[in-house]
């Protein structure tokens, strides 16, 4: 790029020039190395793109990441219930013992809670829930 100067010399005497330069802080520096101290540089900086090309790629792989952390999370959320492995009927019989012995364990402060979290894992294994202790009351 062409740039226009405007300096004086040892006279006090206006003077002007045309220096070729990437931009105006070169063509300051290759004025002052040449021993002329310019007033004033005339001329348009060239559009730096640079900034804008890294902030669109940066743009672009913050958009990917999003889609791939929302495909994993629609591929985990959309898992049916009925895709959970079967059961055999030994494992059925000791996942209930083992569900029903937890509801009684549980201490009383607990024990609904326990109760509901226990019935929503037999539904969601396909297994008739467990009926609700006597003296239970809702929380």
């Not at 209930?96 to 609904?112: G, H, L, T």
Request: charged share 30%; glycine share 6%; proline share 6%.
């Amino acid at each position: 790029m062409t740039y226009k100067y405007l300096y004086q010399d040892k006279e006090n005497r206006n003077c002007e020039g045309e220096i070729k330069a990437r931009d105006r802080a070169e063509a300051y520096m290759l004025l002052r190395k040449q021993g002329i101290r310019p007033y004033r540089v005339i001329g348009d900086d060239p559009f730096r793109w640079q900034p804008w090309a890294f902030s669109s790629g940066y743009a672009v792989l913050l958009a990917v990441i999003v889609a791939l952390v929302m495909m994993l999370a629609d591929r985990n959320s959309g898992a049916d219930p009925k895709s959970t492995p079967s059961m055999t009927a030994e494992e059925a019989r000791e996942f209930r013992e083992k569900a029903e012995d937890a509801v009684i364990r549980a201490p009383d402060a607990f024990k609904f809670n326990v109760w509901k979290g226990v019935n929503a894992r037999l539904i969601e294994r396909g297994l008739e829930p467990i009926e609700r202790p006597e003296g239970l009351v809702d929380e």
